[in-house]
């Protein structure tokens, strides 16, 4: 089993970055893909960014690409999400969780969710 926690989210101006952590506590040996959702209110929980378990696979939004880079540290069981250049449309709930693939983009292929942590942007 796989639990995770987020942290990191904050109220910012645009323009400014930030980094969201997600440690996740797991059995030795799991081996899982993590991905990054958000979710604004009213709205559905939208994909953000995806990594492997060894790193070497990542995949992005297009609303995204270029400004968040999602990375992990398997040592540390952490997931980091850094955001730059943000936006207002980036206000929302940021959530991670596990999945067995990196390559899956709907948020049904992914279990074990953090609690979210709210990240704010203002214009």
């Known amino acids: 089993q796989v639990q995770q926690v987020d942290s990191g989210g904050e109220l910012v101006q645009a323009g400014d970055s930030l980094r969201l952590s997600c440690a996740a506590s797991v059995r030795t040996g799991s081996r899982f893909a993590m991905g990054w959702f958000r979710q604004a209110e009213g709205t559905e929980r939208e994909f953000v960014a995806s990594i492997s378990w060894s790193g070497d696979s990542t995949y992005y939004s297009d609303s995204v690409k270029g400004r968040f880079t999602i990375s992990r540290d398997n040592a540390k069981n952490t997931v980091y999400l850094v955001m730059n250049n943000l936006k207002p449309e980036d206000t929302a709930v940021y959530y991670c969780?596990?999945?067995?693939?990196?390559?899956?983009?709907?948020?049904?292929?992914?279990?074990?969710w953090g609690q979210g942590t709210q990240v704010t942007v203002s214009s």
């Open positions: 969780a596990a999945s067995s693939k990196a390559i899956y983009k709907s948020h049904r292929y992914y279990a074990n």
